[in-house]
């Protein structure tokens, strides 16, 4: 069963003017696309491959022929990684609730979290991604090199930012700072605080399954 490109379910200028309409239809319909059909295509002659959650490919990656095992890093992660980022992005989505409440008790506030999550975000050399996760009953940030993600280390994303240039080059150029800035207004923090109360059911009875991050996939 192929892979394929998530539904949007929101415009390419709806992130506007913090994320630019150019930069989000070439970020998703170019760069995204490209990770979905160059997984697709290594897949091809690994049948028994082509049935398996992505999630697990990429957490099980030494269970991948080692043929086509870093392409499947790259563009499996790509993909994972995406479908995950499109989800966490809206505009004027106020936080508040349980992950407002345990980003105060790590980090002591919303701006220090910020401040913290800005530092990982600059301090990141090349690309890659910074994220917040959840583990061991704690919140974490963390960045992550290329297409890698948390869940090949046992750690649940909550929140990501993308810091490839083809995610903000466009319109911040070298500017990073500035797109970390601008990132902050456009979290919809309602799919992370979802994110977060899925995370600490795993944590408390286990009923939480990795899979409700998995892509949807062609005939599924």
Known sequence: MKH???DLNYGYDSLEPF??????????SKHHQAYVDKLN???EGHKELLDKPLIELIIELDKVSEEIRQTVRNNGGGHLNHSFFWQILKKD???KGKIL??????????DKFKESFKSASMNHFGSGWAWLVYVNGDLEIITTSNQDNPLSTGKIPLLAIDLWEHAYYLKYQNRRADYVDAFFYVINWQQVESNFIEAVKHLINQ???????EPKRVGK
């Open 41 to 43: 295509v290594a897949l």
């Open 4 to 6: 394929k490109l998530p």
């Open 93 to 95: 989505v106020k936080i």
């Open 19 to 28: 994320i630019d309409a150019k930069t989000m239809e070439i970020h998703y």
């Open 207 to 213: 009923k939480y399954t990795r899979y409700k991050l």
């Open 101 to 110: 409440e345990a980003i105060i008790k790590k980090f002591g506030s919303l």
